[in-house]
């Protein structure tokens, strides 16, 4: 058995190493550079087993899951307006559990919103002129995501859906690279994988050979929208779902007609398409959802 003596010395170098990390990338901040994130190389968590490239899933942000599809394996749901118990509700009738949070942009209506500094604070994001790019390099948005990831682990998530990742490729106003998202998405595995979350890769096709061995799925909008699914079919043939949305009705909003078979076909079939998991949704990521097969 292990001493007192040597728990506490064994705590302390955890301890060490972890500030040294933290002061690394807070050096690498400051002096403009690109440093790489080496404290991702972390097993997947027990969770990742159980997702399968066959399972079967819906997302619903803007509002509860209401009487869960039995056949629906797994529920991507908005972790700021979920609780414990939806979560557990959702166990108890056999569905995983994926929580949604943006990784990658500024909310201004989240609990956590004042705790970001105004110098990490970029250009409005174009479809959602309400949030503003988050630069991922600076670290208080690292110890917020990092928090987030905590209240994730503590409603009993399974894994994790982070979106904006892909800031590099708009108008972010940083300047920010491909590589600086690759090691922000690569440290935010570590860091859920750390604490027993399953993590995917949300858009950003083309950083998928850089991230590959530290996401456990793909989820993929209108990538049969903008003819770019051949991105994301590397994942799938490893074995690894890629769960894919489309918003056939752009903004309208219907939940009582289904899309016409002529617009479901377009959505739905499209090179390695039986590779993919994919669900028409409204844009708002309601309740309602139509599926291919």
């Known amino acids: 058995m292990m001493s007192t003596h040597g728990i506490f010395i064994g705590g302390l170098w955890r301890l060490v190493m972890e500030l040294g990390i933290e002061i690394a ?65 959702l166990h108890r009738q056999n569905h995983k559990v994926i929580c949604y949070f943006s990784a990658g942009s500024y909310e ?10 105004e110098e990490a604070l970029g250009n409005p994001l174009h479809d959602w002129p309400s949030e503003r790019w988050l630069d991922v ?34 108008d972010n106003g940083f300047g920010l690279k491909k590589q600086d998202s690759v090691n922000y998405i690569n440290w935010l595995a570590g860091e859920a994988h750390s604490r027993g979350l399953a993590m995917g890769l949300k858009n950003a096709g083309d950083v998928i050979p850089e991230v590959f061995a530290n996401v ?24 690894k779902p890629i769960f894919h949305i489309e918003y056939p009705k ?38 309602w959802v139509q599926r291919c097969n």
């Open 25 to 89: 990338q807070w050096v690498c901040y400051r002096i403009g550079l690109g440093c790489s994130d080496y404290s991702y190389m972390h097993d997947y968590p027990p969770t990742s087993g159980y997702i399968t490239s066959s399972a079967s899933w819906d997302i619903v942000l803007s509002t509860n899951v209401p009487r869960p599809d039995p056949t629906t394996e797994i529920y991507d749901i908005d972790m700021w307006s979920s609780e414990p118990s939806t979560v557990d509700a």
């Open 108 to 117: 201004p209506h989240k609990k956590d919103s004042a705790s970001f500094p």
């Open 137 to 170: 390099r600076h670290p208080q948005v690292r110890r917020i995501m990092a928090a987030r990831l905590d209240r994730a682990q503590k409603l009993g998530c399974d894994g994790v859906d982070p979106d904006n990742v892909d800031g590099y490729g708009n």
């Open 216 to 239: 456990l799925w793909s989820v993929n909008e209108e990538c049969a929208n903008r003819n770019e699914c051949d991105l994301y079919a590397s994942i799938a043939r490893a074995g």
């Open 250 to 287: 752009g903004t309208d909003r219907n939940d009582n007609e289904d899309v016409d078979p002529e617009e479901k076909r377009r959505h739905c079939e499209f090179s390695n398409s039986g590779l993919f998991s994919t669900v028409l949704k409204n844009i708002i990521l309601d309740r």
